[in-house]
């Protein structure tokens, strides 16, 4: 797209790349349920992982069949109950992201029993995957991305979306869809693990999480209850962070361990 850049007190024609944004609506069993803001592409991944996440379904299995048309998703569950059995045990409120988001109580979420170990070079070598894959983030800084990843930083998928939430739905709709055993795996992110964030994860039974950036209070709750390890502000050596005046290289590598650190090798 073509725009107007403003650079050492003169304007000059420039060329950017723009986000795109799709409104999908989802409909179930031939009612509405929600119309969702997302990045086109893996949208039948984000219908699976989205249902997965608010508790709509608990496995692949009750789902029918997913078509997509258009800017339309149609879904058959085998039960046509459980959408409205499900929304009558959820709140909903108005999250960050500005979308409207389902979550149950965090008693109903699974504990995380995973076994797995995670090296912290591990960590560092998915984390900086993320960032040469994510082409779109790196272009346009107009998106976030999130990647899931073996035990020994090998890549399962990695994907980029308007939505924080967004890149989780398809992350964990790709794992369902090709029956990934999520609990020998782990997952980055550019967003902050907020307490939906966190939910989405715990209910895949990711057991290890980690960020580029913060990590909430209710995010951090969530990751107890679970068992979840949950790690923010990874910072490797060469790590470019952008702040209000300037950009920053990182010259040490680093990280905060919340909960979990038990799963994390440091050798």
Same mark, same amino acid.
């Given at each position: 797209?073509?725009?107007?850049? /403003?650079?050492?007190?003169?304007?000059?024609?420039?060329?950017?790349?723009?986000?795109?944004?799709?409104?999908?609506?989802?409909?179930? *069993? !031939?009612?509405?349920?929600?119309?969702?803001?997302?990045?086109? %592409?893996?949208? $039948?991944e984000?219908?699976? !992982?989205?249902?997965?996440?608010?508790?709509?379904?608990?496995?692949?299995?009750? /789902?029918?069949?997913?078509?997509?048309?258009?800017?339309?998703?149609?879904?058959?569950?085998?039960?046509? !109950?459980?959408?409205s @059995?499900?929304?009558?045990?959820?709140?909903?409120?108005?999250?960050?992201?500005?979308?409207?988001?389902?979550?149950?109580?965090?008693?109903? /979420?699974?504990?995380?029993?995973?076994?797995?170990?995670?090296?912290?070079?591990?960590?560092?070598?998915?984390? *900086?995957?993320?960032?040469?894959?994510?082409?779109?983030? $790196?272009?346009?800084?107009?998106?976030?991305?999130?990647?899931?990843? #073996?035990?020994?930083? !090998?890549?399962?998928?990695?994907?980029e979306?308007?939505? $924080?939430? *967004?890149?989780?739905?398809?992350?964990?709709?790709?794992? @369902?869809? *090709?029956?990934?055993?999520?609990?020998? #795996?782990?997952?980055?992110?550019t967003?902050?693990?907020?307490?939906?964030?966190?939910?989405?994860?715990?209910?895949?039974?990711?057991?290890?999480?980690?960020?580029?950036?913060?990590?909430?209070?209710?995010?951090?709750?969530?990751?107890?209850?679970? %068992?979840?390890?949950?790690?923010?502000?990874?910072?490797?050596?060469? #790590?470019?962070?952008?702040?209000?005046?300037?950009?920053?290289i990182?010259?040490?590598?680093?990280?905060?361990?919340?909960?979990?650190?038990?799963?994390?090798l440091?050798?």
């Amino acid at each position: 797209m073509e725009c107007r850049k /403003l650079a050492d007190g003169k304007f000059s024609k420039a060329e950017v790349g723009v986000v795109i944004e799709k409104e999908l609506h989802i409909f179930v *069993n !031939g009612a509405p349920l929600i119309i969702a803001s997302i990045a086109p %592409g893996m949208e $039948r991944e984000f219908v699976t !992982g989205y249902l997965f996440g608010q508790g709509f379904i608990n496995a692949l299995e009750d /789902l029918v069949s997913i078509e997509i048309e258009d800017n339309a998703a149609k879904v058959t569950l085998k039960d046509a !109950g459980k959408v409205s @059995l499900s929304a009558e045990k959820v709140n909903y409120r108005i999250v960050s992201g500005g979308g409207r988001v389902a979550y149950s109580d965090d008693t109903s /979420l699974p504990e995380i029993c995973a076994s797995v170990k995670i090296n912290k070079k591990a960590i560092y070598r998915a984390m *900086n995957t993320l960032f040469e894959k994510a082409d779109m983030y $790196r272009e346009t800084e107009g998106v976030h991305a999130a990647g899931l990843f #073996t035990a020994e930083a !090998g890549p399962i998928c990695i994907v980029e979306d308007i939505g $924080r939430h *967004n890149t989780l739905d398809k992350l964990i709709g790709y794992g @369902l869809i *090709n029956n990934i055993d999520f609990g020998s #795996t782990f997952l980055v992110s550019t967003g902050r693990m907020a307490s939906e964030m966190a939910t989405k994860i715990c209910r895949a039974g990711i057991p290890v999480v980690a960020t580029k950036t913060a990590v909430t209070d209710k995010g951090l709750k969530i990751g107890r209850t679970c %068992g979840l390890t949950i790690i923010g502000f990874v910072r490797d050596t060469g #790590t470019m962070i952008h702040t209000d005046m300037d950009i920053r290289i990182i010259s040490e590598a680093g990280m905060k361990i919340y909960t979990g650190a038990e799963r994390i090798l440091c050798e």
